[in-house]
């Protein structure tokens, strides 16, 4: 099978990199291609921390020699690069003149290294950060040419810009779940807790009421305060979990909607059949919607539109209720905004939240696919 060119290649990868989302299947998957698209017969990549330990964590044709005992020259001991890297001295692709680890396996299982003596290696990095190593070897090849130490360079820095992308979109999904668990304990304290100390001072002063009438009153009160507490607290523990979501957005919002008492009315175009982590988000965000919808617009109806295509999600979420002063709005945002906001940014999408005084509120998100 004929090689790919360099440019193509370096496409390929740019590619399936842009698409992959998981940290370890993105570098054992661009390895794989760099190896196989290229005149390079084998690969490793080591992480490396702040303390300077390394790991293997992506490994494409290594000879027996090298895999012998689960990797066991690989993963033990120091050499040449990684000490190197650690001191920053290693900034560019450069040729292995030695390598410790491909001696001890060569001195152990002589006939089993394929041909590899020597290697190649180049940095991780994005920007001044940097992640590990990316190395490379060739049967019988003790220098690899410029060509190829470019070659290196060009896919280490793609790599690594990736690792970068992965981590930031970690750091974000992360940032938004801890503002989600923040959100819920507040929502417990603002509401569920209140509930509970109003029916403790209620039932405490029940006790001391000889008046029949002004008793039933009080244990009427305790009654609808718990069903209250109760509610709002089923509330909260379908937002911690979405039930319904198993049989689709449309059932789930619709499941929703009729827990809280607002009848939605849907428009949709096309299928809407969206990937689990967006599919999610984005039911999180109506779910906020139709919470404010329900807790400060006076309306019980709201007009939901959904459409979906090959490259874009859309959705519109309407009430003619309350509404409130959108020019102020950047401010002073509530909590559940911030939180429809931040998991829009997470998708790499766009909201606009449009709303005026006694004329209502309209939510607009789109998330590219």
Known sequence: MEKPTRTSLLKEIAEF????????????GALKKLVNGSNFHTGWIFFIDEDGKHELVAEEALPPAL???????????????????????????????????????????????DGITHHATVPLRSGNEQFGLLNIATP???RYSEEDLELLESVAFQIGSAIKRIILTDQEKEAARIS?????????????????????????????????????????TIEDTSQSAVNEMRALIWQLKPIGLEQ?????IKQYSQFIHIEPEFEVEGLIDLPNTIEEN?????????????????QNR????????????????????????SNKLE????HGLKNMKQRVQVMKGHIVINSELNKGTEINISIPL
């Open 17 to 28: 990199l842009n698409e992959e989302t998981e940290m370890y299947s993105m570098m054992h």
């Open 67 to 113: 895999t012998h005992n689960n990797c066991q020259y690989m993963t033990e001991g120091t050499c040449w690069c990684v000490t190197a890297y650690q001191n920053k001295k290693l900034t560019k692709a450069s040729n292995i003149i030695t390598c410790s680890r491909i001696v001890k396996s060569t001195k152990e299982h002589h006939d089993k290294t």
């Open 140 to 142: 019988h090849t003790k």
């Open 180 to 220: 989600e668990r923040n959100r819920l304990a507040r929502d417990l304290h603002d509401s569920v807790n209140q509930m509970l100390f109003s029916l403790k001072i209620t039932a405490h002063a029940a006790k001391g009421l000889n008046d029949q009438q002004a008793a039933k009153e009080a244990f009427q």
């Open 248 to 252: 689709g957005l449309i059932a789930a």
């Open 282 to 298: 984005v039911y999180r965000i109506i779910q906020e919607s139709l919470n404010n919808i329900n807790k400060h617009s006076g």
């Open 302 to 325: 709201a007009k939901i539109y959904l459409e979906q295509n090959k490259i874009e999600f859309k959705s519109r979420i309407i009430d003619e209720g309350k509404g409130f002063e």
């Open 331 to 334: 401010n002073n945002l509530s």
